[in-house]
Structures are given as C-alpha cells and as structure tokens.
C-alpha cells in the first residue's frame, strides 16, 4: 500500500522561500508518477507541478513557473518542492499526490489514486 507524508508547510512572509517534502513508502518514487497541488479556500483543487515517473518530464502551473521546482531524491524515496518568491495567493493547503500507473507529468487530478494528508503554507506579513 502507497502512502505519502507531507512535511515543510508554514508561516512565511512574501518574497521567502519554503521547500515541501512528500515521503513515500509502499512504493519506490521511481516508480511512480507523482505531483503536487494545491487548495485555497474557496477555489478548487489545482495541479502545481508535476513530475514523470521516469523523472525527465516535469510540469508547472503557470502561475507558478519560473518560482517553484519539483524534483525526488531515490535514496531518500522522497519528492520535494522547493518554492521561492511566494506570493500571498499561494497560500493553500498543499497535497502530493502519486499514482503506479502515470508515467507522464500530467496533472490532471483524476488521473491520481494516493494522497497525503497535506501541509498548510500561508504566505503573509
């Protein structure tokens, strides 16, 4: 059985940088196309990257591109964002996601059968 924790969620002002972790167990990450998304009060569930399970396709929300990056470390069967520049409007509980059988970098939401629990950023001053 996948899980996945996510960890690195907090308090931080606009303009600072926050890194996001999604350990993995059950499964290893190179096996698995996984993905992280987002969900602010009152908006639906969004995809803000994403990553193939052969981790040579990566996929970002345009809002974020140029400001967060997505990458897994296998030794450590963990996937990361690392988010820079954060804005206030990306405050938002954020979930990783995964799936054995997604092999593209494809953030389409259904397309996900494991998620975490999630972690709450909130950009503010």
């Known amino acids: 059985q996948l899980q996945l924790v996510e960890s690195g969620g907090g308090l931080v002002q606009p303009g600072g940088s926050l890194r996001l972790s999604c350990a993995a167990s059950?499964?290893?990450?190179?096996?698995?196309?996984m993905g992280w998304f987002r969900k602010a009060p009152g908006k639906s569930r969004e995809g803000v990257s994403c990553i193939s399970s052969s981790g040579d396709s990566t996929n970002y929300a345009d809002s974020v591109k140029g400001r967060f990056t997505v990458s897994r470390d296998s030794a450590k069967n963990t996937m990361y964002l690392q988010m820079n520049n954060l804005k206030p409007e990306d405050t938002a509980v954020y979930y990783c996601a995964a799936d054995q059988f997604m092999t593209s970098s494809s953030c389409q939401l259904e397309l996900y059968d494991y998620w975490g629990q999630g972690t709450q950023v909130t950009v503010s001053s």
């Open positions: 059950g499964f290893t990450v190179d096996s698995l196309g």
